[in-house]
T-cell receptor
Framework: SQKIEQNSEALNIQEGKTATLTCNYT??????LQWYRQDPGRGPVFLLL?????KEKRKERLKVTFDTTLKQSLFHITASQPADSATYLC?????????FGKGNQVVVIP | GAVVSQHPSRVICKSGTSVKIECRSL??????MFWYRQFPKQSLMLMAT?????????EQGVEKDKFLINHASLTLSTLTVTSAHPEDSSFYIC??????????????FGPGTRLTVT
């Protein structure tokens, strides 16, 4: 069956450090993968998209890697700040639709 | 950036009644909108894809007669939960694609609607 797996345990990290989140998937062949941020009681906000032929993508303090052989994406937040505390979702394309993981909560400790 | 609104943000209704949720793209036209449902600590589950001027495409296991979707214009889609039951209580989120600019793959999400059925 198709699965998108993100760590269910919250990541607690000290301010200024790099947070790294993992998204693993099985039985998907996505042409692209996206990362979203979701705050409690709010809809997701788009952060980054990476295509299958791209190894790495950066946007300000965010970096995403995509390894289609390992079927894995890594999401990094460098120089983390308390305002980065949220749940981060990975999403895979299914044609014109998206399939989401459960998300991984990040808590940045001042 | 593209903005999607939802109304209402919260609604409480009695079991057996119907509730309508509106999703609007405020500054772009969306030929395709999506409706998701999210239970606590769970992922967003796609319920249906709403196409302007045509019938919605429902995901497997989603009752189309219970969750009525109308996409009457390029900026408005509505989801009506008919004969609501307590198990329909959830967070409903819509999203839309701005296919005229930027990435055609990026989805813009509304703020969500918290439905509680008593």
């Amino acid at each position: 069956s198709q699965k998108i797996e993100q760590n269910s345990e919250a990541l607690n990290i000290q301010e200024g450090k790099t947070a790294t989140l993992t998204c693993n998937y099985t039985n998907y062949s996505p042409a692209y993968l996206q990362w979203y941020r979701q705050d409690p009681g709010r809809g997701p906000v788009f952060l980054l998209l990476i295509r299958e032929n791209e190894k790495e993508k950066r946007k300000e303090r965010l970096k995403v890697t995509f390894d289609t052989t390992l079927k894995q994406s890594l999401f990094h937040i460098t120089a983390s700040q308390p305002a980065d505390s949220a749940t981060y979702l990975c999403a895979l394309d299914r044609g014109n639709r998206l399939a989401f993981g459960k998300g991984n909560q990040v808590v940045v400790i001042p | 950036g593209a903005v999607v609104s939802q109304h209402p943000s919260r609604v409480i209704c009695k079991s057996g009644t119907s509730v309508k949720i509106e999703c609007r793209s405020l500054d772009f036209q969306a030929t395709t909108m999506f409706w998701y449902r999210q239970f606590p600590k769970q992922s967003l589950m796609l319920m249906a894809t709403s196409n302007e001027g045509s019938k919605a495409t429902y995901e497997q296991g989603v009752e189309k007669d219970k969750f009525l979707i109308n996409h009457a214009s390029l900026t408005l889609s509505t989801l009506t939960v008919t004969s609501a039951h307590p198990e329909d209580s959830s967070f409903y989120i819509c999203s839309a694609r701005d296919q005229t600019s930027g990435s055609p793959y990026e989805q813009y999400f509304g703020p969500g609607t918290r439905l509680t059925v008593t």
